[in-house]
């Protein structure tokens, strides 16, 4: 995935709308692009957090385990929505609160 379409993405993004063309292009090149494939685990509930995660393309599941054992979904996150982006920030919170898990072929940057 070439890094171009997600700059062009990350400018139409109210995250980076404040921002010139070339801090914009600083911050991008930090992010680590990374694909998955359907069905594929991003974390897991207790995983470390460690990223905040820009989503180019594909459907992202969020889900968590109710009390007694049942698994729901919690949110769907689509194409030019960001994920653990307060999370990331969090001091409280170090590990995962639910899992993500590619519900269609994702590609991600996770920085």
Not at 47 to 55: A, G, N, R
Not at 59 to 80: A, F, H, M, N, S
Not at 97 to 108: F, I, P, S, Y
């Amino acid at each position: 995935m070439p890094r171009a379409a997600f700059t062009e993405l990350a400018r139409k993004m109210p995250l980076f709308s404040g921002l010139t063309d070339q801090e914009r292009e600083a911050l991008l090149k930090d992010g680590k692009i990374k694909e998955y494939s359907r069905g594929e685990n991003i974390f897991l509930h207790g995983d470390p957090i460690k990223y905040f995660y820009i989503i180019f393309s594909g459907v992202i599941q969020l889900r968590r385990d109710t009390p007694d054992g049942q698994e729901v979904t919690t949110d769907i996150i689509t194409k030019g929505r960001t994920m653990c982006k307060k999370e990331v920030f969090e001091t409280l919170k170090k590990t995962h609160q639910m899992g993500a898990v590619a519900a269609t072929d994702v590609v991600l940057m996770e920085f």
